[in-house]
């Protein structure tokens, strides 16, 4: 019975979702046809008013609005978004409507506001299903 139990514990533990990055997301936003240029990994500020609470961000162009586009914040617990997400919310009037959280709550994307709502859908998206 033990030598069963082992393999069917190893079989179970690779069925688990592969870690959510930054890159995975600009990767996916380009395969809508988005054109997703200069991504950068800004350094992190303790002086930022944006929550500290994420594991990657990054910020990257888009072609429609260049030289803008949007960032991507991806956190390790869904309340580390919840606080960049409840950030970015209060300030929709000076940030505009494009702002995300992921079903599971480890991505928030926000999106400059010059998007056309067609764009910001597909970018959208791609956060959304995770």
Known sequence: MHKLLIPVVFLLAGCGDKAITTQSIMDQFQKTGVTVTDI?????????????????????VLSEVSPKGGQVFICEKKEYCDAIYAYFDALKAFAGPYLYQSKNGLIVAQLNSGLTPQTAEKLAAVVMKH
């Open 40 to 60: 950068q990994t800004p350094d992190r500020s303790v002086k930022t008013p944006v929550p500290n609470s994420y594991k990657e961000h990054v910020t990257f």
